[in-house]
């Protein structure tokens, strides 16, 4: 007996007879995840930006403070000015914590959903 329909189409497949049909539905999906890809990038790349920016701020606030406290400055604004840049500093530094067990998790995620 001749061979299947379906059988016909598989081999026709396989010979690159439907490359045409493949590339016209593949193609803008394609175009979507490599737009999509490239966005995320996008968003990376800015983020770890912020974040250095953000680690050197935490940096400074931090020289800022441990010198204030080394000279026990006895003026009372610039102490309430001082527990101010503290709180910053505690807010930055939960920040930066969140990003990184953020980036540990993400790390973790993708070496799971691998092929």
Known sequence: PPPSPSLLLLADWREGGMDLIASALLGPVCERLVDTAIEEYKLVRDAQEEVKKLMTTVTLIKAVLQDANQKQVGDKAVRT???????????????????????????????????
Do not use: F, H, M
């Open 81 to 115: 000015w001082l527990r101010s840049l503290k709180q910053v500093l505690l807010d930055a530094e939960d920040v930066l914590d969140e990003v990184a067990t953020n980036a540990a998790l993400g790390t973790r995620d993708a070496k799971d959903t691998r092929c």
